[in-house]
């Protein structure tokens, strides 16, 4: 449904829509059917008897008075409902409406007033709104609001809005119609995280939509923002409905959803034009695609990553986990100089838990993992005496005294809850270094204090880690020659569970890089190995479901390009794997996690790479839809790069990965009521209105 579409919807009484003759029609039939359902009940009274009445009164001369006064009070009920309900419809759309910078949303309670109101509901309709006790009130049947129809709006913000990642706001609206009959709808809505797509796109960037080389398990999203098209590429081969090759599995009616009318349809027979005729070839259950749909706009990048990291209000650490003690001389900090916004700085090279009272080495944990200077590889790792425990190895190379080392800091976030369900989890730190030279294979790593210290934080972190000034893994590919590489792997921890098996603490995560407009060019991240759940979140069949979905745990990443090296990378050697002299090629890649590239997700060298497998299970969402491989339409087969498959992991439309990008302009309906009063109480059926 578009948005002009809606609006429609809610000012229908007001002004009709050109184009929409047809359903005019149904409404106006819908109307007389209802009059007429009136006039039946009225008619009826006049022929009823009154049974067992004392005073003996016929239906002429007594059920008929009561029908009348009956039917009465259900026209002033339907219309105090129907005005409740379009109170709300018109909240949604104001809040919608909001321009991303508004600060509006961060009352308590939300205050409307006509500086804040878009122009569409000053415009269309003539309706003119006014403030009155922190509510928005709406005249329905003139635009002074001194009427007998008129609606009474309030919105409150969740009190966890400071710190959750989708934003919700409570919606009520009610409806007075004839100054007397009351009517109250509540509403509660939340911001659309983009971690609800298996794919979501601005642009497809040339990039086709091939049967039986790509396949999506859960809702796609191309906003065809340029408008430059999308080819699909569906199968009019297969016979057996039962193969067919369905780009798209999800077996919803919004499987696919595409923002123009600009869509190629092309046989995979020959690569001829040629629309379906029978869409189950192309998507689950025959659904039709949606075409010149609603879009939702990527955000660009911002600080929300940075500052889930930092702490609630915090500003970057100064401090960080970079001192060595070499094996002769004095304690040295590592530092390594990058060009931010122009200038040649010299920044620390080390890790930074924030926490209170802000100790580099003690405290309790309030944010995230800060990482400062450049990183070669984040590893992943579970416990091997408990899988709920999460390791994170972070390598990362800096100099220090006219020497260069490799620095590797280990830290161990372990969740836990007691019988009481007070949080009783906590962080430790330690690191180690080695010298970086041309014998880096056999340099052994060195504890970094002379005691092999573990630094240890109360409670757990927010899940976030954020390399704060340098990209994750070396973005210059090679070919294989060079020892270039290095990124992401490893497996994520299992969640906390309760003994009833819900979810006491989650082991989730998003490992993010500094895009905003602040950073002098974008960061990014390079995938160099399988990214696991150490307990897979899908049953036998593929579904989201059951105990194995609630224990497994959940990853995000969120960078300005993201891509999957061509090399496996050795992050203790700072060298390639090889077998003899050659590089090992990453050819069949597993990725857990739901992605989120502010430029673009690829395959590094995609065209000369060997054809592989990469199996996506989480969500694709990038502005610009990335190679990752090559195909020959003629002969059917691949050339070079890798076929993709995307499953959808369902979880993440209600628990997205911590400080995941969320759309700032655009909010879903989670539940929809009619309740007796509003929250303060001001309204209620019973009592009516006592806001002026």
């Not at 906003?223 to 081969?237: A, E, F, H, P, T």
Request: aromatic share 8%; charged share 15%.
């Amino acid at each position: 449904m578009t948005r002009d579409h809606r609006r429609s919807q809610i000012t229908a009484n007001r002004k009709s829509r050109p184009g929409k003759r047809s359903e005019q029609g149904y409404v106006l039939l819908a109307v007389m059917l209802i009059l007429f359902m009136i006039l039946a009940g009225m008619l009826l009274g006049l022929f009823q008897t009154k049974s067992s009445s004392s005073s003996g009164a016929t239906g002429l001369t007594g059920a008929t008075g009561n029908n009348i006064l009956s039917q009465a009070a259900r026209i002033k009920t339907y219309g105090a409902e129907n005005l409740a309900e379009a109170g709300v419809r018109m909240a949604i759309e104001w809040i919608n409406d909001l321009p991303s910078t508004s600060t509006v949303l961060k009352q308590n309670p939300i205050v409307i007033d006509n500086t804040t109101v878009s122009g569409f509901w000053q415009t269309n309709g003539g309706i003119t709104p006014s403030t009155v006790g922190n509510y928005w009130k709406i005249g329905w049947d003139n635009s002074d609001n001194t009427g007998k129809n008129y609606i009474l709006i309030r919105i409150y913000p969740y009190q966890t809005n400071d710190t959750d990642t989708l934003k919700k706001y409570i919606v009520e609206a009610a409806g007075v119609y004839n100054n007397t009959s009351v009517q109250v709808a509540r509403a509660s809505i939340r911001q659309v995280s983009f971690a609800k797509y298996a794919m979501a796109v601005d642009d497809m960037n040339g990039v086709s939509l091939v049967a039986g080389r790509i396949q999506f398990g859960g809702p796609v999203l191309i906003n065809d923002k340029s408008n430059n098209g999308v080819k699909i590429v569906w199968d009019d081969v297969t016979t057996d409905p039962n193969d067919y090759q369905q780009i798209f599995t999800y077996p919803a009616s919004n499987a696919v959803t595409i923002g123009t009318n600009n869509v190629t349809w092309l046989k995979l027979s020959d690569f001829t034009a040629g629309t379906p005729t029978d869409w189950s070839r192309v998507v689950a259950n025959g659904n039709v695609p949606i075409t010149n749909g609603t879009t939702n706009d990527l955000p660009t990048a911002d600080n929300t990553q940075a500052q889930n990291s930092f702490g609630a209000g915090a500003s970057a650490p100064t401090t960080f986990l970079n001192t060595i003690e070499p094996v002769a001389g004095a304690p040295v900090s590592l530092t390594t100089t990058e060009t931010i916004n122009g200038v040649s700085t010299s920044v620390p090279v080390g890790v930074s838990i924030p926490n209170t009272p802000s100790s580099a080495t003690t405290g309790t944990a309030t944010g995230g993992i800060v990482i400062s200077g450049p990183v070669d590889s984040v590893v992943f790792a579970t416990d091997p005496s408990k899988t709920t425990k999460q390791q994170i190895q972070i390598y990362q190379s800096g100099s220090a005294g006219g020497s260069n080392y490799r620095l590797r800091t280990i830290i161990t976030v372990d969740r836990s809850v007691d019988s009481n369900g007070n949080d009783t989890s906590t962080t430790t730190a330690f690191t180690q270094w080695a010298k970086d030279d041309a014998n880096n294979a056999t340099n052994p790593w060195y504890s970094s204090s002379s005691a092999g210290t573990t630094y240890t934080y109360s409670g757990a972190t927010s899940g976030v880690i954020y390399s704060m000034t340098d990209s994750i893994g070396q973005q210059n590919s090679g070919d294989g020659t060079n020892d270039i590489g290095g990124g992401v792997h490893g497996v994520i921890a299992d969640n906390v569970l309760n003994a009833d098996g819900t979810i006491a603490a989650r082991n989730s995560w998003t490992i993010a890089t500094n895009s905003s407009s602040s950073a002098s060019v974008g960061r990014d991240v390079n995938i160099d190995g399988d990214l696991e759940y150490n307990t897979m979140a899908t049953d036998g069949n593929g579904n989201v479901t059951g105990a194995d979905a609630t224990r497994s745990g959940m990853l995000g990443i969120v960078a300005n390009d993201i891509s999957v090296n061509q090399y496996y990378f050795d992050p203790t050697t700072s060298k390639n794997v090889r077998s003899g002299s050659t590089p090992v090629e990453i050819k069949n890649l597993a990725i857990s996690a739901t992605t989120f590239a502010y430029d673009t997700f690829s395959a590094l060298n995609y065209a000369s790479r060997s054809i592989g497998v990469l199996n996506i299970f989480g969500g694709y969402i990038a502005s610009k839809a990335g190679q990752f491989g090559r195909y020959d339409p003629i002969g059917k087969v691949m050339i070079s790069g890798l076929e993709r498959s995307l499953n959808f992991d369902s979880r993440t439309q209600n628990s997205p990965p911590p400080a995941f990008p969320t759309s700032s302009t655009s909010y879903e309906l989670t539940s929809y009521q009619r309740v007796d009063s509003t929250v303060d109480g001001k309204c209620s059926i019973s009592a009516g209105c006592s806001v002026p």
